[in-house]
């Protein structure tokens, strides 16, 4: 299994999912956690791969949350990535909404995204303090406080767009999201992201109606639910 950390969490936020995998005789060996950081580097900025070859592809299952599900996306349709399962956790093909002229999407508006970027580059305590709050995320101490490296991260965010890549991947995806998530992208009719791609598109997934962003610590039974049925079916 890998696990991907979310934007400006490091990989140490999995500890409490990974404790709990070992209650089920799931051995710490048999995990491998990565920074949003270090996959986005090796995509983006030719960085050096963050994890062995061997788990690349073949006999494992890949997680990812957030920013993390997104770059997960982003390096299966590259076809960097080619593993059995990918779980990507509170994220969508494309974060932001499109610009006026194009095609409707139901993502984030831009502003918005730009007024968090404005916020790092300002005040990066506070940004993370307010961004915790809206989400009810924890406040961990397992983060990334510099600035340039977390805006890089919301640029990469805004830049992922892969909405065309379901028919061309081959690679069995479940996208796991909270109702109650304000990131998710929804239309003005309530209608998911995955209601929008339509039905030739449509990709397979789970909305936990009473969940919001933080899936990784309040519902992490769930996740690993996911984990291990994919363990069990391979």
């Excluded at 050096?48 to 599900?69: E, F, H, I, K, Y």
């Excluded at 919301?154 to 061309?168: M, N, V």
């Excluded at 995955?194 to 039974?221: D, I, K, M, Q, Y």
Aim: hydrophobic residues 45%; contains cysteine.
């Amino acid at each position: 299994m890998v696990l991907v950390s979310g934007w400006s969490f490091t990989r140490g936020m999995w500890q409490p999912l990974i404790d709990d995998l070992a209650q089920l005789d799931v051995p710490s060996a048999h995990i491998t956690t990565v920074d949003w950081l270090d996959l986005g580097r090796w995509l983006f900025c030719d960085a050096p791969c963050p994890v062995p070859p061997a788990l690349l592809s073949g006999d494992v299952r890949w997680m990812g949350w957030s920013l993390g599900g997104s770059l997960l996306l982003e390096a299966i349709a590259r076809q960097k990535i080619l593993p059995m399962q990918a779980i990507i956790v509170s994220a969508s093909p494309k974060f932001l909404a499109n610009n006026t002229g194009q095609a409707p999407w139901p993502g984030i508006a831009v502003k918005n995204w730009r007024a968090l970027r404005q916020h790092v580059q300002r005040d990066t305590a506070g940004a993370l303090a307010q961004f915790d709050a809206w989400l009810n995320l924890p406040p961990l101490t397992c983060r990334h406080r510099d600035a340039a490296d977390l805006v890089l991260g919301l640029d990469w965010l805004a830049k992922i767009d892969q909405r065309a890549s379901f028919h061309k991947v081959q690679t069995p995806m479940v996208w796991v999201d909270g109702g109650q998530d304000p990131l998710s992208p929804r239309t003005d009719e309530g209608l998911t992201w995955r209601a929008c791609l339509g039905a030739p598109h449509a990709a397979f997934g789970v909305t936990l109606p009473e969940a919001g962003h933080n899936l990784p610590w309040s519902h992490r039974a769930v996740l690993i639910q996911w984990l291990l049925a994919a363990e069990k079916n391979k």
